[in-house]
Nanobody, 124 residues
Framework: QLQLVESGGGSVQAGGSLSLSCVAS???????MTWFRQAPGKGREAVAS????????YVAPSVKGRFTVSQDNAKKTMYLQMNSLKPEDSAMYYC??????????????????WGQGTQVTVSS
């Protein structure tokens, strides 16, 4: 069974940086891995995505230029480097996986597995 474990969340001041990791296990074949975030009272927002073992990646306009998504296929891990953090980046960050590369990256409905989430809090 595919499992996802996120880590790296915490509290930082505005302008600071934070790195998140998501490790996938218990699966075979190809997966797409995507970071979502959810602030209180809001829906989940797709942040960034990779095809694990592939070359395509996506970053949402709201974080483009500040966040970078990367991967280590050997470690089955997706990373999110977050720089120049703003208070509006505060959210629970979730890792999601789809068991195909051929799905829409930003739709929650594309994903069958979700991690437990890691909290990111940015103070002003």
């Amino acid at each position: 069974q595919l499992q996802l474990v996120e880590s790296g969340g915490g509290s930082v001041q505005a302008g600071g940086s934070l790195s998140l990791s998501c490790v996938a296990s218990g699966y075979t074949g190809k997966i797409k891995m995507t970071w979502f975030r959810q602030a209180p009272g809001k829906g989940r927002e797709a942040v960034a995505s990779i095809n694990l073992g592939g070359s395509l990646s996506y970053v949402a306009p709201s974080v483009k230029g500040r966040f970078t998504v990367s991967q280590d296929n050997a470690k089955k891990t997706m990373y999110l480097q977050m720089n120049s953090l703003k208070p509006e980046d505060s959210a629970m960050y979730y890792c999601a996986a789809a068991r195909s590369w051929n799905v829409g990256w930003s739709s929650e409905n594309s994903y069958t597995n979700w991690g437990q989430g890691t909290q990111v809090t940015v103070s002003s």
